[in-house]
């Protein structure tokens, strides 16, 4: 695809801040576990993060593509996006479903960096990736909602003010569909942590910074509802069009990352008298890697240029985060498998980026919900849930 002059220079200077936090920055934040925020507030004073809010709101009114070019360098620098994206993929919801005096109280505020967007509250413990039997509820009760529940994966909720959050408003069983009856509310979290909220954070084989939230009679304001009672996942599905291509560009961040290490490895290491990269049992396997990552990543143009010409690119979305996570994932394999001893030896980086890149083949979703949606929704087949 043809990048316009403006998207070479968005990807050259989310290059140079990158430049900024190299490996030995990431390793130091993965051995403590501790979040990157000085990663994050420089993509926050650079204004990356205000990418997708319109510019009368303080953003810089970008396109989703060019929000795509941003977290992919980010990832093929080396850098982990996965401590700031959901600011990028949850905007949506807020920018389509949002009031205007809702924008007009956060956007400019979000876009400045005083206020943080980087929680989103799905998942819960005993629903799964069944989100229309999630648990957690909000009863109306005068001007307030008295939220009751749990959720859990709920990442960077301790480096945000502000978390999207779903919830039931209506029993399962008094709605007409199943799909209604859920509601989507922007949470001051400032408000209620250690007032009806409280956060745990759980440890996972990479540093994400994720949690489980209670929710015990949090009570919020009722104007913290988004768009209509009732209609929550319809909103959120939309975005999570959004989120799927954003996640998917990082995934070809990532593989673009292992491709060059192990390029450059193949190169470099000399065994038998030769570099490792004049055998082809070498050779193949990253040239294989490239012709997959390249495949995906038309597969991301395409779902994004739709996306922002006002389609509502459900199969495309998914498409691009199946095959690029099994992009990322194969070529993390395939970087570590070049690099020998080496590959698992935390100073070279590739083991911090091989956990990291795991994660994008089960979450926003799995890849078989994913085959499953296609199965369904595109090729006609019995639905089997
Ligand atoms: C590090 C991390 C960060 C996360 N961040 C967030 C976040 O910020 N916000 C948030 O809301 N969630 C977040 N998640 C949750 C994530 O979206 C879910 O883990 C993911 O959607 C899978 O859901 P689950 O874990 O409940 O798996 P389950 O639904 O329990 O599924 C387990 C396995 O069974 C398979 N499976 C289930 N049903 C079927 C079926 N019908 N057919 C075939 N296979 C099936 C799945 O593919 C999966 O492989 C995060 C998760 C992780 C691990």
């Keep these: 695809m043809q990048e316009t002059d403006e998207q070479i220079e968005i990807r050259r200077a989310v290059r140079a801040l990158c430049d900024n936090f190299p490996g030995e920055y990431w390793r130091a934040k993965d051995r403590e576990r501790v979040y990157p925020a000085e990663f994050v507030d420089a993509l926050t004073d650079a204004g990356f993060l205000a990418a997708l809010i319109p510019e009368e709101l303080g953003g810089s009114g970008l396109s989703l593509q060019d929000a795509c070019i941003i977290m992919e360098e980010i990832q093929a620098a080396g850098c982990n996006g996965a401590a700031a994206h959901a600011q990028m993929y949850v905007m949506n919801t807020l920018l389509r479903y949002g009031s205007d005096s809702q924008k007009a109280a956060y956007l400019p505020q979000i876009a400045a960096g005083e206020l943080r967007l980087q929680a989103f509250g799905v998942s819960e413990p005993t629903s799964g990736t069944d989100t229309l039997s999630l648990r957690t509820f909000a009863r109306r009760d005068g001007e307030e909602y008295v939220v ?39 949470v001051d979290m400032r408000k209620v942590l250690g007032n009806g909220m409280a956060i745990k954070p759980i440890r996972t084989m990479m540093n994400h910074s994720t949690t489980e939230i209670f929710f015990d009679e949090m009570r919020i304001p009722a104007n913290s509802l988004i768009g209509e009672e009732g209609q929550g996942f319809r909103y959120i599905l939309s975005g999570m069009n959004a989120e799927r291509v954003l996640i998917a560009a990082e995934c070809v961040g990532d593989a673009k990352w292992f491709i060059d290490r192990a390029t450059e490895y ?57 095959l690029a996570s099994e992009a990322s994932w194969a070529a993390a394999d395939m970087c570590v498998q070049t690099h020998g001893g080496f590959g698992f030896a935390e100073e070279y980086d590739v083991e911090r980026k091989f956990r990291e890149a795991r994660l994008y083949t089960v979450a926003p979703i799995s890849t078989n919900l994913i085959l499953s949606y296609l199965a369904e929704h595109v090729l006609g087949l019995p639905r089997s849930y």
């Design 148 to 186: 009751n529940g749990q959720k859990i994966w709920t990442s960077r909720a301790e480096h945000s003010d502000l978390m999207l959050l779903l919830a039931r408003t209506s029993p399962r069983e008094q709605v007409a569909s199943k799909t209604e009856g859920l509601s989507i509310f922007l």
């Design 266 to 322: 193949a190169k470099a290491r000399e065994v038998f008298g030769n570099p490792i990269g004049k055998n082809q049992g070498v050779q193949f396997p990253i040239a294989r890697c490239y012709a997959q990552m390249r495949a995906a990543e038309l597969m991301v143009h395409f779902a994004a240029q739709q996306y922002d010409t006002g389609g509502n690119p459900g199969a495309e979305a998914n498409m691009a985060k199946m």
